[in-house]
């Protein structure tokens, strides 16, 4: 029948029906696969239940039915996928055992471990295929290998190149030993990833282009002609006793917890913007020279380099390393130089050392440095630093130094120090031999100590500028100039001086001269002295000539005459400065003496 509204009343409940028929298949749908007769009852139940709706959406319970449904499926599926994932990197850890552990890339000795390849069930996943004794011909069609690069032990096999380039190889899980290369030999894009390189020989020249070792250990390795190496990357790896008999180039490398040993270069090394960050480099031999272009180390140690030639760094940046047993053969060019918290140890310059261009060096530790030849620096700047058991043998050369809060301890220069604009302080010198001239021109010192310091030649610290300076035991032994210079707040005490002390047009501000011997002539002459003290001076009246300014004779006359200056040096201040300067004779008798080279 029709009702109020003229329509027939059963279309209301024929899509109530069909709402009700297309929810229980969906129903259906989804548990006739877990079982049938549980579908069947759910379906009966839903029928019985479930109130009539007005509306073909699914009713409240079905809804709620299909959510857990829902979430129970997906965490099974998840536990699938992470059971199974476990399974795998169980089956690798127990298959392939880490080749480089966590930090054995500190030990350089285990590059050369002893790795028992008969063991089947710890390295099975290094031998699972085998290519033994064959010789390999490279095609130039084939792009890639027709051998296995994953679990495969490649073990006396020769590979023919014919200059026929090996790209893309990703060798994974594999171990290498008595491989041989013969030809030119061009790889590019090649991987090895927690693989042994045992032993592999190069017979003509290789270049390698994006080659990647990480987590694996190389070893063996000769290279007869010339190489070239660019844009190399060894991450967390071993690589030790390589033996390259020509010139080497290496462009743009990147080394990370590395270790680097037993490294031979028949010829020039070259490394153009290398990166060491966390890596140790030992028992390196260079034949030739050794050049480094705007290197980047960090965190590293080297230790136990030759260079039987020059070494060259350009644009260097060094941080937080350490450098040891170094021996130079030439000499050392460093331009441009910066530097943070390096320590030096027992280095080693045959010839000169050269620093140049704005070099920046703070926190650093010498220890131990010898050059044989002359030292060059040119706008350098030292930084809480020190410098201890220094030898330079033809003298050092300082062009526009500055050091702050430097400490300079045993240093011993055979030639002379010349360091003419030159700013120092904060400083202390302890120890200090110049067997020539001391040149100090145009430079200005503050708050510096000066200890135990022998100038067996002069010194020339004119035009320059002296602050709240100490000189203790300082024995200078032919002419000192302090012409027009401006000492204030400064302090000597124990110091002979040997020659003719020039203070010409200076100025002297709160000076004390203690226990001071002068042996040549003292010029005060044109110099104006302010709260200048003399304790204990001594001097000879018969070759010592005191030229005091006019506005001071009176002063001198009444406050100085005949208690501080009218004694001569006593014998045993004239023999310590004989022994500080290494005089063969010395005769304090009457003020004489004989000056001697030692």
Request: glycine letters at 8%; one cysteine or more.
């Amino acid at each position: 029948g029709f009702g109020a509204d003229g329509r027939l009343e059963s279309s209301g409940r024929t899509a109530e029906a069909s709402s009700g028929a297309g929810n229980h298949l969906v129903v259906v749908f989804f548990l006739k696969i877990l079982d049938r007769e549980m579908a069947t009852q759910v379906v009966e139940t839903l029928q019985e239940t479930s109130p009539p709706a007005a509306s073909g959406k699914p009713s409240g319970s079905l809804r709620k039915l299909l959510v857990v449904f829902g979430v129970f499926v997906g965490v099974v599926f998840l536990a699938s996928l992470a059971l199974g994932g476990f399974l795998i990197h169980l089956g690798l850890k127990s298959c392939v055992p880490q080749i480089v552990s966590k930090n054995e890339w500190m030990i350089p000795d285990a590059t050369y471990k002893n790795l028992d390849m008969s063991d089947g069930h710890k390295y099975r996943c290094l031998h699972k295929e085998k290519v033994e004794d064959v010789a390999v011909i490279a095609s130039r069609q084939s792009k890639r290998s027709i051998f296995p690069t994953r679990h495969t032990m490649w073990q006396n096999v020769t590979y023919v190149t014919g200059g026929t380039t090996i790209a893309h190889r990703n060798y994974l899980n594999s171990y290498f030993d008595e491989v041989t290369f013969t030809g030119v030999t061009t790889m590019e894009n090649s991987r090895y990833s927690n693989s042994i390189v045992s032993s592999i020989s190069f017979g003509g020249p290789a270049r390698m282009n994006a080659l990647q070792l990480a987590g694996s250990i190389a070893r063996n390795i000769k290279f007869p002609a010339f190489l070239m190496l660019e844009k190399m990357r060894v991450m967390n790896s071993l690589v030790g006793m390589v033996h390259m008999n020509r010139t080497v180039v290496v462009q743009k490398p990147f080394f990370k917890r590395v270790s680097i040993s037993e490294i031979f270069v028949g010829g020039l090394l070259r490394l153009a913007s290398p990166t060491f960050r966390k890596a140790v480099v030992e028992n390196v031999n260079v034949e030739l020279s050794l050049r480094l272009e705007k290197p980047f180390i960090k965190e590293s140690s080297v230790f136990n380099i030759t260079v039987n030639n020059e070494v060259v760094m350009e644009n260097s940046r060094i941080h937080k390393s350490k450098v040891s047993q170094v021996e130079i053969v030439g000499r050392l060019l460093a331009t441009a130089l910066k530097a943070n918290k390096v320590e030096f140890h027992r280095v080693s310059v045959a010839a000169s050392v050269s620093v140049e261009a704005v070099a920046r060096l703070d926190k650093l530790t010498f220890t131990e440095l010898l050059v044989a030849g002359s030292m060059y620096l040119e706008n350098i700047f030292l930084k809480r630093g020190s410098i201890n058991k220094v030898a330079l043998g033809e003298g050092l050369i300082s062009r526009k130094m500055k050091a702050l809060q430097l400490g300079v301890s045993e240093l011993l220069v055979y030639g002379s120090l010349l360091a003419p604009t030159s700013r120092i302080g904060e400083c202390s010198f302890d120890s200090l031999t110049i067997l020539e001239d001391l040149v100090l021109t145009s430079s200005s010192i503050w708050k510096t100590d000066l200890s135990e310091v022998s100038v067996k030649g002069g010194v020339v610290a004119m035009d320059s500028k002296l602050s709240r300076v100490k000189l203790t035991t300082v024995v200078v032994g032919d002419n000192s100039r302090f012409c027009r210079s401006k000492i204030q707040e400064v302090t000597v005490t124990e110091t002979v001086f040997m020659g003719d002390a020039c203070f010409d047009r200076a100025s002297l501000h709160k000076v004390t001269f203690a226990k001071v011997t002068f042996v040549g002539k003292v010029n005060f002459g044109g110099a104006t002295l302010t709260a200048v003290r003399f304790v204990d001076v001594g001097y000879s009246r018969k070759r010592v000539q005191w030229v005091l300014p006019n506005f001071f004779t009176s002063f001198y006359d009444r406050r100085c005459h005949g208690s501080v200056f009218s004694r001569t040096p006593s014998p045993g201040t004239l023999s310590r400065a004989a022994k500080m300067l290494g005089l063969r004779t010395f005769s304090s008798k009457g003020a004489s003496h004989t000056r001697g080279r030692a």
